[in-house]
């Protein structure tokens, strides 16, 4: 096992793919020269040149379409967005080009392409650059979409995004970019579609994933099992689409009680679908309604306070678990 | 020819039985000496033979139905026989309602967490996923379980209450109490014996009440001996019944019966051992406690109690005593005061064995008493007579070697 | 494709028909023809109601995807075009009559019925479909040229886009991208004027559009869109030094669309009058080639009347395949949305 930083685990996986594909190349705005926004792909143009790792105009409709080109003859593109919030120039490339070629050509013209990227809130960046996207990705067919909230997750994930054939939402997370982590030595994958258990318990389960996970629900596990003398079960799903329903329903069963923490907006968001699939299939082992915790409906403010009242915290948690266990 | 089938007396005390099953459908042959049905009387289940052999043309009383003693329940005759005449004849059958399931439970209230929330009236029951699987498989009745959730939901919690509460004791599916509602449950054979007997028996007998407290160290002593030199388990119900009998022998007055124009005074001890079943009280009888020895006491007193609780006694078996012990030292009751069982004249109220503080030569010292109540009827038994009892009671219970000559 | 019957001395080929031969030059002529006929039988089944949907189709324009794509490239160029790509793809051999399968949402379609009249794609005869939204396709054409520079091939990328795609961002960030990595594709502005409804100097600042290629430093220039020996010319200079160079260019081919803009839209009326679109009839590419090769010596009328009955008959071959094909069963709903490595 070795220690690294999330950003260094994602520049392995790049990396190794590299060298394991040379049909993949990386390209985004400052990735090569400026070593990237944040530093995720430093390193990469010295060791790959300029036909592989590539600074692009920022012209995101652009160079997203220019991928899925690529992808459609044969090439294994990763395109950067330097934050998912800027991805919304270029939704028409994802959503009516890469996500559907694959169908509206009758199966001709497949896109293996890596869309790749931190998205939610960092602090302060206000409403524009701090938005959590991924249930809008997730609503489309013929996307996968997946967030990792640990350096081994997002180096196994990655690596395995880049291999698949179809086109993959990668959403990272740039506050969580300097924290360190184990990851395994030597070469390892991780699948998609496939969820983790993160923490065992009995008495509430908790679904998150990404940020918010690692920085917000953990704190609130630590606090709320020792104030309420309770064991939660925390599941991480790591893909979110395809969502591993079948590890959350087995928790279900178990615990009776679930409550879904997530970054992203309440209406419609990846929250009410998991919400959704466990109250159809778990019915008869709920022993309260699903609870939420989400971003408040409205757009981010500036204003410190504000942000942080919005966002999902440990208090929020704390409601919520209480009120699936009727404690409160 | 064809014949009425009756409801038979199967008790001194029955009035109406239950019909719990007919063991011949409607057409099939019956021969004379076979059970025909199985009826419910007000002390326990009896069997009930045919009188005549044929077929078994139409049966009037269906199973769960009641009939009064001499009803008409059946008819038995040939298969072509027009029976139409006969079906007219006899008491009217009521119809009952499985009475003995539907039975006034011995109900305790549960004490139940959190606030209590009014129960939501008319439409469905609120209750979560869970709780509704958890009563489902567990047979609860929904509508009689308080909601501890948010506008009265009932969620698991709720359930797991009363379920923990249940196993302590078999209890029927309308064991479930309702804060601030009543139910109304209909009275088994048995209940309504004990409201007569006993009302008719306080009523008229004018009863009066004397105790006494026994050092029951001598008989611990004595109960530790015997269970572990010989291979008895003697009870301490089994000493305090010789002892009973020892002492009705010497004072007859107390083992009698008000007769109206004469009192009787027997010179035999048969005594009845109240026991407590789920729908009341039956009182087996054990016949010549004065003749019989520990391990006769000991083996009989077992087998009838067992027997009493799952009504299987037969008539001769809860008639006929001469004098009762009731016992509630079991639930930790030290004192209380029972009801002379009518044509009975008294009745000895036994409660628990206490640990505590008492005078040996001049000394406090620990040691182990017990409490005798005697009930009597003061039409024959007075105040003297009842004291000097207990004072004879006490001394043999208090020397158990004497019980052994 | 049959050549003509010999009844006509074959003449040398002159310098106007660039030195081609009589076989290459009637294959163009039975291309163009077939192209309109085609067109014609998809008008007279939308009227019947077997094709659903948007419509557009390409009478009128006939010389500019026979002479950039059936004449100027090759089989292992890529072409892509937008939503009116019925006579880009037989002008790329895609098979007629699963296009036909196509628009009639039939199983044997090159989409699987899936796609419809906007969605013609055919792997095997690099051709990219086929696209619905105003300009989306053009940054896909440039990652195709970007991966032929990326893996060294000799090759190029055919985009062919309407007047009204210049004014979208997609435009522009494409040709930026293309223009600053210098990859090999060409765009073709297929200029009839209108954008829908919309004149072209109603809807874009600068009108010659070839200017815009300005902005992106791209080589550009206009070329008439009516006259396949001029489209086949310009497009086959421009072919070339995108294969040898890398060197990506723009044609403003100026032409004309004899329909409305689908079958929903009207012939005239609504926005062009009867008198122009009467007058523009005039220059129909289809009669003015005939003419030129008749004109040279080439072909004679009789050429031209077997053609008709060649192009014809396959015609009727694409509609009798056609009406027997089944329509696509109920599971392929659910196919082709995730890409498995073992087929599903």
């Known amino acids: ?328 | 020819m064809a014949t009425k089938v009756l409801m038979p007396k199967l008790s001194d005390t029955m009035e109406e039985g239950v019909i719990l099953k007919w063991l011949r459908k409607e057409g099939e042959k019956v021969k004379q000496g076979e059970i025909l049905v199985e009826i419910e009387s007000d002390k326990a289940d009896m069997e009930l033979e045919a009188y005549d052999s044929g077929i078994l043309r139409k049966i009037v009383v269906p199973e769960g139905g009641k009939a009064p003693i001499g009803g008409l329940i059946a008819v038995i005759g040939e298969a072509e026989e027009d029976v139409a005449s006969l079906l007219t004849g006899g008491s009217t059958p009521s119809e009952g309602k499985g009475a003995t399931k539907s039975t006034a439970a011995q109900t305790e209230v549960k004490s139940l967490p959190a606030a209590a929330v009014p129960q939501p009236t008319g439409g469905k029951t609120k209750a979560s996923p869970l709780a509704r699987r958890l009563a489902g498989d567990h047979q609860v009745d929904l509508s009689r379980v308080h909601g501890s959730g948010p506008r009265g939901r009932i969620i698991k919690r709720d359930l797991e209450v009363l379920l923990s509460g249940k196993s302590a004791q078999r209890v029927s599916s309308s064991a479930l109490i309702v804060p601030g509602t009543a139910e109304d449950l209909d009275l088994s054979p048995i209940r309504k014996t004990i409201a007569k007997r006993m009302a008719e028996s306080k009523a008229t007998a004018p009863h009066f009440y004397v105790t006494i407290e026994i050092d029951m160290d001598p008989a611990r002593t004595f109960r530790e001996q015997i269970n572990t030199v010989t291979e008895l388990k003697l009870s301490f119900t089994d000493i305090i019944i010789k002892a009973t009998a020892a002492a009705l022998m010497k004072h007859p007055q107390v083992n009698g019966s008000f007769l109206g124009d004469k009192m009787r005074q027997h010179h035999y001890a048969h005594i009845g051992v109240a026991v407590a079943m789920e729908e009341g009280l039956v009182t087996p009888v054990l016949r010549n406690c004065e003749q019989k020895r520990f391990d006769q006491i000991n083996a009989e007193l077992s087998d009838l109690a067992d027997r009493a609780r799952s009504r299987k006694l037969k008539p001769e078996e809860y008639t006929g005593a001469t004098f009762t012990i009731s016992n509630l030292g079991m639930f930790g009751i030290d004192t209380f005061a029972a009801i002379v069982n009518p044509p009975e004249g008294a009745i000895l109220a036994t409660g628990t064995i206490v640990e505590k503080p008492v005078v040996k030569a001049g000394q406090i010292v620990i040691g182990h008493t017990m409490k005798a109540t005697l009930s009597s009827d003061h039409r024959i038994i007075d105040g003297a007579v009842a004291a000097r009892f207990l004072q004879d009671f006490k001394m043999i219970l208090e020397n158990p070697a004497s019980l052994v000559l | 494709m049959k050549t003509a019957a010999a009844t006509v001395p074959t003449k040398q080929s002159t310098s106007r028909l660039l030195g081609l031969s009589r076989d290459t030059l009637m294959n163009w002529y039975d291309d163009m023809l077939l192209v309109r006929r085609f067109e014609e039988k998809c008008a007279q089944l939308y009227g019947m109601g077997r094709i659903m949907g948007f419509c557009h189709l390409y009478n009128g324009q006939e010389a500019v995807s026979t002479g950039a794509i059936k004449a100027a490239i090759t089989a292992d160029d890529y072409v892509i075009t937008a939503y009116r790509d019925h006579g880009p793809a037989i002008s790329k051999g895609v098979d007629p009559r699963k296009i036909l399968a196509e628009l009639l949402g039939k199983y044997t379609g090159t989409t699987k019925g899936k796609g419809g009249s906007m969605h013609i794609f055919d792997r095997e005869k690099n051709f990219l479909g086929g696209h619905a939204i105003v300009g989306g396709h053009i940054p896909i054409a440039a990652g195709v040229g970007f991966a032929i520079k990326y893996r060294r091939e000799k090759k190029l990328c055919l985009c062919f886009l309407g007047d009204g795609a210049t004014n979208i961002g997609a435009f522009h960030e494409g040709l930026n991208l293309v223009g600053l990595w210098r990859l090999p594709v060409i765009y073709i502005i297929e200029n009839n004027k209108y954008g829908m409804g919309t004149a072209v100097e109603r809807a874009s600042a600068v009108d010659e559009l070839h200017k815009k290629a300005l902005a992106y430093n791209i080589r550009s220039e206009v070329v008439d869109g009516m006259d396949v020996l001029e489209v086949y010319k310009k497009v086959k200079a421009a072919a070339d030094r995108a294969k040898e160079t890398y060197e990506p260019a723009l044609l403003e081919i100026e032409t004309y669309r004899f329909r409305g803009h689908s079958m929903s839209d009207p012939v005239h009326g609504h926005y062009r009058s009867k008198e122009e679109v009467e007058k523009r009839k005039q220059s129909d590419p289809i009669l003015l080639f005939a003419d030129t090769l008749k004109e040279e010596g080439m072909a004679t009328d009789q050429d031209f009347e077997d053609a008709e009955k060649r192009i014809k008959k396959i015609v009727e071959e694409c509609v009798e395949f056609t009406e027997n094909s089944p329509e696509p069963p109920i599971e392929e709903l659910w196919k082709d949305v995730y890409f498995e490595r073992n087929g599903a």
Not at chain 1, 84 to 96: C, E, H, K, M
Not at chain 1, 143 to 160: E, F, R
Not at chain 1, 211 to 238: M, T
Request: with cysteine.
């Open chain 1, 1 to 328: 096992m070795a220690i690294v930083s999330l950003r260094e685990a994602i520049n392995q996986a790049i990396d190794e793919e590299m060298a394991r594909d040379e049909r993949v190349f990386l390209m985004g705005e400052e990735v090569a020269s400026y070593q990237g926004a944040y530093k995720v792909s430093q390193g990469l143009l010295q060791k790959w040149g300029p036909m592989r790792i590539l600074d692009t105009p920022i012209a995101e409709a652009g160079f997203a379409g220019l991928g899925v080109g690529a992808a459609m003859v044969g090439l294994r593109p990763i395109v950067e967005f330097m934050t998912w919030n800027f991805s919304l120039v270029a939704y028409d490339q994802i959503v009516n080009n890469a996500a559907k070629m694959l169908s509206m050509s009758g199966g001709n013209f497949h896109v293996p392409i890596v869309f790749r990227g931190p998205g939610g809130a960092a602090h302060g960046l206000g409403a524009t650059h701090s938005q959590a996207l991924e249930s809008i990705y997730a609503h489309i067919p013929g996307l996968k979409v997946v967030m990792p909230s640990t350096c081994k997750d997002a180096k196994g994930l990655l690596k395995t995004s880049i291999r698949d054939d179809n086109p993959i939402v990668f959403i990272e997370s740039e506050v969580m970019y300097g924290d360190k982590g184990e990851i395994p030595d030597g070469e390892y994958t991780i699948p998609l579609g496939v969820g983790e258990v993160k923490k065992t318990g009995s008495d509430v389960t908790i679904v998150s994933w990404s940020k918010i996970l690692a920085y917000v629900v953990w704190k609130a596990v630590d606090a709320l099992q020792e104030e309420l003398n309770i064991s939660i079960e925390v599941i991480d799903p790591r893909t979110i689409k395809p969502m591993d329903y079948d590890l959350i329903v087995e928790s279900v069963k178990k615990t009776n009680r679930l409550v879904i923490v997530e970054e992203g907006w309440p209406f419609a968001g990846v929250g009410a679908q998991i919400s959704h699939e466990v109250s159809s299939r778990a019915f008869d082992y709920l022993d309260a309604p699903v609870e939420r915790v989400t971003q408040e409906d409205v757009p981010l403010p500036y204003a410190h306070e504000l942000e942080v009242r919005s966002l999902p915290s440990v208090d929020k948690i704390r409601a919520a678990v209480k009120k699936v266990l009727y404690r409160d």
